[in-house]
């Protein structure tokens, strides 16, 4: 079925997920809303407007998400896990998942946006008991502040009463790879790398229908 464009606000969207979901809703022919705190640096194209804002800013974000139709959130952490992990975040908080998006929720209902499309990570919540042992491990040992704020988020998403759908990829790749991803609601993966480009064709896809409303979506290549 033919959907009308929307206008999407993508918040989060400079890092590599974010800017592949933006290309992706732009070809579907959305009018798109890129948020975060470097939108600047975007290039300039039709379609495409631009607005610098932190994210656990509820003032920033307000306006954002008035006049939207959907908001897609692909907030995280893009520096070195190793460094997060021995020193702590330079730039970014801790908890810049959950609490920027429940500032996106509450913003939400203010403005009666209904839905709502998040990023999470494979292996948070049901999909955890299905990660391989050396995934298990990197989780623990590496990446555990980032997996309790994405579980945080993923509780922020649930309770929201929006029309929501989580995403959880497997490992984030850059290749070129435009072949539809295999998608999971039942927390099953078929390879344990997905690229980018399939997460965001994805994600823009879920800003409209009805398929995964209410569930978390297991994406693999």
């Not at 070809?27 to 194209?45: I, K, Y």
């Not at 998942?97 to 403005?111: L, P």
């Not at 042992?133 to 997996?147: A, E, M, N, T």
């Amino acid at each position: 079925m033919q959907h009308a464009p929307l206008r999407v606000l993508v918040v989060g969207a400079t890092g590599g997920t974010g800017r592949a979901a933006l290309d992706a809703l732009l070809r579907a022919g959305h009018e798109v809303t890129a948020f975060s705190r470097h939108a600047d640096r975007l290039p300039a194209q039709p379609r495409l407007r631009r607005v610098s804002g932190d994210a656990t800013n509820p003032a920033d974000v307000e306006s954002a998400v008035q006049g939207q139709d959907a908001v897609l959130v692909t907030l995280g952490i893009s520096e070195s896990p190793l460094r997060v992990r021995l020193l702590g975040s330079r730039r970014t908080p801790l908890s810049v998942r959950s609490t920027g998006t429940r500032t996106v929720i509450e913003a939400m209902r203010r403005h009666g946006v209904d839905r709502l499309v998040v990023l999470s990570s494979y292996g948070v919540g049901e999909t955890r008991r299905k990660l391989r042992l050396v995934d298990r491990l990197v989780f623990q040992l590496l990446l555990k502040p980032q997996i309790r704020d994405t579980e945080r988020q993923e509780a922020e998403v649930r309770r929201s009463g929006l029309e929501w759908v989580i995403a959880q990829p497997v490992h984030l790749t850059d290749d070129e790879d435009a072949a539809p991803p295999f998608l999971s609601s039942d927390g099953v993966a078929r390879r344990f790398k997905v690229a980018r480009r399939q997460v965001a064709d994805a994600l823009a896809g879920w800003i409209q229908g009805s398929e995964f409303v209410g569930r978390s979506v297991a994406v693999s290549g």
